[in-house]
């Protein structure tokens, strides 16, 4: 059932994940100093399913029992944008920061439910495993790409062909699997995802590598290794991003790891690794939530930068409404997109409703472009307000009486004007700041590959039919056979 906070954080504590943190095992994340702010942050993501105000949106009831609403089968446009209701609220819960939130997994597992068929053998592992994923409102993780070793050569050419992973062996109980992938996000997780990100353009011998799982994060031979952390402390006012949304990035190494055979959803299959997320939904599905997220985070943006201007008086210059406008533009056609998504959407082969895709497509390919420019508008706006920022602490100390004097502004008090600014330096400017600029650009994968997909699979024929009516252009003729 709907889960709570304090049962997630007991789960973690009793069942924590493989993790290596500067070459030490976290045995505690709930306790960890850089592992703590997240693993909080999701207990109480959790419990605003509990939350009077918020429960019908976060859950639904089904026999009885509340479920997570981001694992509510997609059966009709209504229940889209019931999803779309609830990633809202999460996403306004973390001002849109947090990437690896539940219901993010939680949209593809509900896709990949909705059309198992397409799974084949396989099929009722899914049914079950999902199942299995709502009635315990389990976190997932997921890890996406094969190490970045020689790019110039492909995984069988590698110095070792278990660098990527790879299914090493086989038995009628299951598989072992050896070898590495990038980029685990949010490893404090109940369950780990292996599902197929990039397309295996390979010839024979690649079949070891087209394979989709889940496990249990505290598998044996599984180890997630931590990059170092960009929480820059525990106070919230210093740093208020950082101190509770250190999702973390991780290696994530497979010593030789068992997959039970009912734990299996694809196993050496390249034609259903390479059209897994597109012909079952999972695509549009997961971006669904992505829009939602983006939307959010926008947003907070727009927040953010229309208080700093009022606090030191500058909303008053053209320049600065240009650029605040600028942001107004940005929120609406994200706003826009995913309207049309839940509006335009259609069933799969299997009854599934998916949001349209070519909204979906418009505003995955969008918002990496946009949001380097967010970024850039908050840094012309705070200018050097973004430097002189004094720590909670010195307001704390006897020179504090100098900081309430000095960094006063037209609108705020000295500490509510730091404490603002020391927002907008977390999300642009400090080690967190800058991790989600390299985050969103390549979210959804290398941005040329990515308008190269949109320009193979888009219907451009509509539009270019257009112009030679308009030219008058005459039809090609079928070709006629002459006779005798």
Same mark, same amino acid.
């Given at each position: 059932m709907a889960r709570s906070g304090k049962e997630y954080l007991e789960a973690l504590r009793k069942d924590p994940p493989n993790l290596w943190y500067k070459g030490q095992r976290v045995e505690d994340p709930t306790a960890h100093p850089v592992f703590r702010g997240i693993t909080h942050m999701?207990?109480?993501?959790?419990?605003?399913?509990?939350?009077?105000?918020?429960?019908?949106?976060?859950?639904?009831?089904? @026999? @009885?029992?509340?479920?997570?609403?981001?694992?509510?089968?997609?059966?009709?446009?209504?229940?889209?944008?019931?999803?779309?209701?609830?990633?809202?609220?999460?996403?306004?819960?973390?001002?849109?920061?947090?990437?690896? *939130?539940p219901d993010y997994l939680n949209a593809v597992l509900m896709a990949f439910e909705q059309s198992a068929e397409f799974f084949g053998e396989y099929a009722e592992n899914v049914r079950r495993y999902v199942q299995y994923v709502r009635e315990n409102d389990l976190c997932t993780t997921h890890c996406l790409t094969n190490p970045q070793v020689n790019r110039a050569k492909s995984n069988l050419e590698q110095a070792d062909p278990y660098i990527p992973l790879g299914v090493f062996s086989e038995s009628p109980d299951g598989i072992v699997v050896r070898g590495a992938r990038m980029l685990s996000t949010l490893p404090t997780a109940d369950e780990l995802l292996v599902f197929p990100s990039t397309l295996l353009k390979e010839g024979p011998g690649a079949e070891r590598y087209a394979v989709a799982f889940a496990i249990p994060t505290n598998t044996p031979g599984l180890h997630f290794i931590s990059r170092e952390?960009?929480?820059?402390?525990?106070? *919230?006012?210093?740093?208020?991003?950082?101190?509770?949304?250190?999702?973390?990035?991780?290696?994530?190494?497979?010593?030789?790891?068992?997959?039970?055979?009912?734990?299996?959803?694809?196993?050496?299959?390249?034609?259903?690794?390479?059209?897994?997320?597109?012909?079952?939904?999972?695509?549009?599905?997961?971006?669904?939530?992505?829009?939602?997220?983006?939307?959010?985070? !926008?947003?907070?943006?727009?927040?953010?930068?229309?208080?700093?201007?009022?606090?030191? @008086?500058?909303?008053?210059?053209?320049?600065v409404q240009e650029k605040i406008a600028e942001v107004i533009v940005y929120l609406e056609a994200m706003k826009g997109l995913w309207a049309r998504a839940e509006r335009d959407a259609k069933p799969n082969r299997y009854g599934l409703y998916c949001p349209d895709r070519g909204a979906i497509d418009g505003a995955r390919n969008l918002y990496p472009r946009l949001y380097p420019r967010i970024h850039e508008i908050v840094q012309q706006i705070g200018a050097s307000g973004l430097i002189t920022l004094p720590s909670e602490a010195d307001f704390e100390a006897p020179i504090g009486r100098h900081l309430e004097k000095f960094l006063q502004s037209a609108s705020l008090p000295a500490r509510e004007r730091v404490?603002?600014?020391?927002?907008?330096?977390?999300?642009?400017?400090? @080690?967190?700041?800058?991790?989600?600029?390299?985050?969103?650009?390549?979210?959804?994968?290398?941005?040329?590959?990515?308008?190269? !997909?949109?320009?193979?699979?888009?219907?451009?024929?509509?539009?270019?039919?257009?112009?030679?009516?308009?030219?008058?252009?005459?039809?090609?003729?079928?070709?006629?056979?002459?006779?005798?």
């Open positions: 999701l207990a109480r993501l959790y419990d605003l399913q509990h939350d009077p105000r918020y429960r019908d949106v976060l859950t639904y009831e089904e @026999g @009885g029992r509340r479920y997570p609403t981001s694992l509510l089968p997609a059966r009709s446009r209504d229940d889209l944008a019931r999803r779309g209701a609830a990633y809202k609220v999460w996403a306004d819960a973390h001002l849109g920061m947090m990437g690896r *939130s952390g960009l929480r820059g402390g525990d106070s *919230s006012f210093d740093h208020p991003l950082s101190s509770q949304l250190e999702e973390m990035d991780c290696l994530t190494v497979f010593d030789d790891v068992f997959v039970p055979k009912e734990r299996i959803f694809i196993l050496k299959d390249l034609e259903r690794c390479n059209t897994a997320y597109a012909e079952t939904g999972a695509l549009m599905h997961m971006a669904h939530q992505v829009v939602v997220l983006k939307t959010a985070k !926008t947003e907070a943006f727009l927040g953010l930068i229309s208080l700093i201007a009022e606090a030191i @008086g500058a909303d008053v210059f053209p320049h404490q603002l600014f020391r927002l907008a330096w977390d999300m642009t400017l400090s @080690g967190f700041g800058a991790r989600q600029v390299l985050y969103e650009r390549f979210f959804f994968g290398d941005p040329v590959r990515m308008y190269q !997909t949109l320009f193979s699979v888009y219907d451009k024929e509509p539009y270019k039919e257009r112009i030679r009516e308009f030219l008058g252009w005459r039809k090609p003729q079928p070709a006629t056979v002459a006779s005798d």
